[in-house]
């Protein structure tokens, strides 16, 4: 695992209970809906990559669907699991073991902000390879052009923001559909917008 990875892992299994508690209730509902929207099938099977701990696999399986969390902090696993009562990998980023073609839908809400710039491509070509034929990835990510540790009370996170114009292109060449993107928070002007949401399809070549 690399350094940066292990740093940040550190942090989120420090503050597991309080980070549980204290996004619990945040109110992503958008997100879910753009990914099955567009998903293939309905209900499919779902990936939460960067489950945490299992706020939106409860919500996907009160949907009907099937769900698998992932997660690189041990305590984000066993509370997802306990949360949602179903299979839950323990993976990073980084090293990523998933089975090809399989998921009709990926939802990656606000988890790969933690990828390095030099390593998105990467893990995006993985997932292409891990969604079923018209598969759709959604990814929430933070705005900005920055990157590196952002520093917290209990340590440091790492983060890199995006926009459309630095993101669009790795999807493009991870050969994702970029079907529609949008800004969230909803009803805010768009410099106040702190994250951007890409909704993509596999494309088979």
Not at 62 to 68: D, K
Not at 182 to 197: A, K
């Amino acid at each position: 695992m690399e350094k940066h990875e292990q740093i940040t892992i550190a942090e989120y299994e420090l503050t597991a209970e309080s980070y549980r508690v204290g996004t619990w209730e945040h109110d992503v509902s958008q997100n879910r809906e753009a990914l099955i929207e567009a998903m293939p099938r309905v209900p499919g099977k779902i990936l939460d990559l960067g489950c945490g701990p299992g706020r939106d696999l409860v919500a996907f399986q009160a949907m009907g669907h099937t769900v698998t969390g992932l997660d690189a902090t041990p305590s984000f696993v066993e509370m997802a699991k306990q949360a949602a009562g179903c299979l839950v990998w323990e993976q990073s980023f980084l090293s990523l073991d998933l089975p090809n073609d399989h998921f009709d839908g990926i939802f990656a809400n606000a988890s790969l902000i933690h990828v390095p710039k030099t390593e998105m491509l990467r893990v995006l070509k993985h997932l292409h390879y891990a969604l079923c034929d018209r598969g759709i990835l959604v990814m929430s990510m933070v705005r900005g052009y920055h990157e590196g540790f952002t520093e917290r009370p209990t340590g440091y996170r790492y983060v890199s923001g995006w926009e459309y114009e630095t993101l669009a292109p790795k999807l493009l060449e991870a050969q994702f559909q970029i079907l529609r993107h949008y800004y969230r928070p909803t009803g805010m002007p768009i410099e106040s917008q702190s994250w951007l949401v890409f909704v993509a399809q596999k494309v088979i070549i």
